[in-house]
């Protein structure tokens, strides 16, 4: 863990790349299952689908500038109500480094916007009708393994809000597929709220989560977005004593207090540790977040960061 902070004492200095948006300008069709492969000129975005049972699920990522062969595969995903193409506007952080740092950076959208996660309650249509998300990351691994030669064992994802939380359902359904998963505002689905069955194997976790979350409560209840309820979570440390009985630790985590990058945001932020087990369990406690992202650090930098340690 006291590595990731020293690195991100850099990175958080960095500013962050403003995106262009440069026109559509190629458009083909693939063979097989995929479609539909639309390439934009200077940033090389390719946009692609596949079929899964009977549905199309959709993905945008940068194509790499270099020879890929064993890259490291990490997936971005949006909140509840977003979409693959909006995350990549809204995170920008891997423009620019993944070539150098050997990774291929996916984001893809949920089923109309929304993920069918482990919520129980969740009020989206792909949970009704019981969407298949393991279905549609492991064909993209497939898709990437086949096209551009990623390494199986580095595969990674983050979300945020809804999509932390099926990064959630992703560690807990297929630890054998992923390496390590970060969730960013978002607490584990409450015993009486989980709708996944868990494999109950120990997996390498990062939270990020805010004391001050009207959204996601720091400490357990009711998630209401809108009009919708979408049942009770867990307390942000019952989240992080999960992935810590499945890694088998006992005791207290260890405490570190980040720097204060940001001294205006009024936000500080605590990070307790489980180390030196079977995997890396970590909560950034965001004293004063709400359910957005820290000014501290870089958050998805951080992952990335978290996710070196652990390759």
Not at 6 to 23: D, E, I, K, R, T
Not at 73 to 89: D, E, I, N, Q, Y
Not at 134 to 145: D, P
Not at 240 to 255: H, I, S, T, V
């Amino acid at each position: 863990m006291r590595n990731i902070i020293l690195a991100f004492l850099f990175l958080s200095g960095m500013s962050s790349y403003v995106q262009a948006n440069p026109a559509v300008v190629d458009s083909t069709r693939s063979t097989g299952n995929y479609f539909t492969r639309r390439v934009e000129k200077e940033k090389k975005i390719v946009a692609d689908s596949i079929r899964i049972e009977g549905y199309w699920r959709n993905f945008h990522f940068r194509k790499p500038n270099v020879k890929s062969k064993g890259f490291s595969l990490v997936f971005v995903m949006h909140g509840s109500g977003g979409s693959g193409p909006a995350m990549m506007k809204r995170v920008p952080e891997f423009d620019g480094i993944s070539d150098q740092e050997k990774m291929i950076v996916v984001f893809p959208s949920g089923y109309k916007n929304f993920w069918n996660e482990c919520r129980k309650k969740s009020t989206a249509e792909a949970n009704a009708i019981d969407i298949n998300e393991q279905a549609f990351f492991q064909g993209m691994i497939n898709y990437f393994v086949k096209k551009y030669g990623i390494n199986r064992e580095k595969v990674f994802a983050v979300g945020t809000s809804g999509g932390g939380h099926m990064a959630f359902k992703l560690g807990m359904t297929m630890p054998s597929a992923f390496k390590a998963i970060t969730a960013i505002v978002a607490n584990l689905p409450d015993t009486n709220n989980l709708d996944c069955t868990p494999s109950g194997l120990p997996m390498n976790v990062m939270i990020v989560n805010g004391t001050e979350d009207k959204t996601n409560p720091y400490n357990g209840g009711e998630v209401i977005l809108g009009s919708g309820n979408f049942g009770f979570v867990r307390s942000s440390e019952r989240s992080l004593q999960y992935w810590a009985d499945l890694a088998g630790y006992k005791g207290a985590p260890a405490k570190t207090l980040l720097p204060d990058l940001d001294p205006k945001d009024g936000k500080r932020i605590e990070a307790y540790s489980h180390s030196g087990g079977k995997k890396e369990v970590v909560l950034l406690k965001v004293i004063g977040g709400k359910h957005d992202y820290p000014g501290d650090i870089n958050v998805h930098r951080y992952a990335w960061e978290f996710f070196k340690s652990v390759q």
